[in-house]
Nanobody, 126 residues
Framework: QVQLVESGGGLVQPGGSLRLSCAASGNIFSIGVLAWYRQAPGKQRELVAAVTSGGVTDYADSVKGRFTISRDNAKNTMYLQMNGLKPEDTAVYYC????????????????????WGKGTPVTVSS
């Protein structure tokens, strides 16, 4: 139905920047909410930032002022610009899609489930 592929992760020094991308493909009419989550070793997965189809955004307190989430609805693509990276930002970053609708014959179908990408690793270290 829907596939999510992240890219842009890598190794960066503290204070550096990275831009993550998430491309959604498949039978998609619309995606209500796109979000970035991350999971550091030994920790639970946590929400980093989210953006609605209307452009409303939300951020974890730990990344406010440093990260910027955006999306291109026409391309079903989401981005995360990460500036001022810190070692504690080290994690695998996952793309999440929720409130997804697809085409079904002559109508629209609500899938009723969330979708996840496989993740892209980000390492912040000197």
């Amino acid at each position: 139905q829907v596939q999510l592929v992240e890219s842009g992760g890598g190794l960066v020094q503290p204070g550096g920047s990275l831009r993550l991308s998430c491309a959604a493909s498949g039978n998609i009419f619309s995606i209500g909410v796109l979000a970035w989550y991350r999971q550091a070793p030994g920790k639970q997965r946590e929400l980093v930032a989210a953006v609605t189809s209307g452009g409303v955004t939300d951020y974890a307190d730990s990344v406010k002022g440093r990260f910027t989430i955006s999306r291109d609805n026409a391309k079903n693509t989401m981005y995360l610009q990460m500036n001022g990276l810190k070692p504690e930002d080290t994690a695998v970053y996952y793309c999440n899609a929720d409130q997804v609708y697809g085409f079904a014959n002559d109508s629209i179908r609500y899938y009723g489930m969330e979708y996840w990408g496989k993740g892209t690793p980000v390492t912040v270290s000197s």
